[in-house]
T-cell receptor
């Protein structure tokens, strides 16, 4: 069965500092990997996705993630964070079944930016 | 705005009452998903529709829950005899037909936050 583990429930960081949010997944088959962001009282917005090809994926708002198959990781990074990046971040895998897919989410990492 | 919309955004109800939520997917998307998100957790899959057919239901979807998509467009999620444990954010997502786009990409609505008192 597929699963996603986000190792940090909360990550505090100072504004303009770099940040890394960790994600490990478990799967016996090839997966598609995603990072979503959720601002307070809002739905989920796709930050970036890994489907195939280059293991370094660039997304919106200056975020990027690297797929590491041997370590089954998909960590999210940003070289310099802004106050507006304060949000909950979810790592997810897409599981194919029949003709559609189901997304399995991690428990989330709350990123808090200190001025 | 042609994104996924959900109504209402917030619902407060008393235990034992019935509630119904609506989701309008992106117009050309034939696949629709419902997820539930409790406080401090990631969303959990509830059910999936392809056009009007409900093709999969999670074990999380008890007998008190029912979802429909009668004309293959909007969908409703009804919870009967609500319990305090039903308090959560209910998220809807949609994805395009396989011929016109990858089915693994899902676009999420803003969610309906349910509070059962």
């Amino acid at each position: 069965a597929q699963s996603v583990t986000q190792l940090d429930s909360q990550v505090p960081v100072f504004e303009e500092a770099p940040v890394e949010l960790r994600c490990n997944y478990s799967s016996s088959v090839s997966v598609y990997l995603f990072w979503y962001v959720q601002y307070p009282n809002q739905g989920l917005q796709l930050l970036l996705k890994y489907l195939s090809g280059s293991t370094l994926v660039k997304g919106i708002n200056g975020f990027e993630a690297e797929f590491n198959k041997s370590q089954t990781s998909f960590h999210l990074r940003k070289p310099s964070v802004h106050i507006s990046d304060t949000a909950e971040y979810f790592c997810a895998v897409s599981v194919l079944y029949s003709s559609a897919s189901k997304i399995i989410f991690g428990s989330g990492t709350r990123l808090s930016i200190r001025p | 705005d042609t994104g996924v919309s959900q109504d209402p955004r917030h619902k407060i109800t008393k235990r034992g009452q019935n509630v119904t939520f609506r989701c309008d997917p992106i117009s050309e998307h034939n696949r629709l998903y419902w997820y539930r998100q409790t406080l401090g957790q990631g969303p959990e899959f509830l059910t999936y529709f392809q056009n009007e057919a409900q093709l999969e239901k999670s074990r999380l979807l008890s007998d008190r829950f029912s979802a429909e998509r009668p004309k293959g467009s909007f969908s409703t999620l009804e919870i009967q005899r609500t319990e305090q444990g039903d308090s959560a954010m209910y998220l809807c997502a949609s994805s395009p037909p396989a011929l016109t786009g990858p089915s693994y990409e899902q676009y999420f609505g803003p969610g309906t936050r349910l509070t059962v008192t």
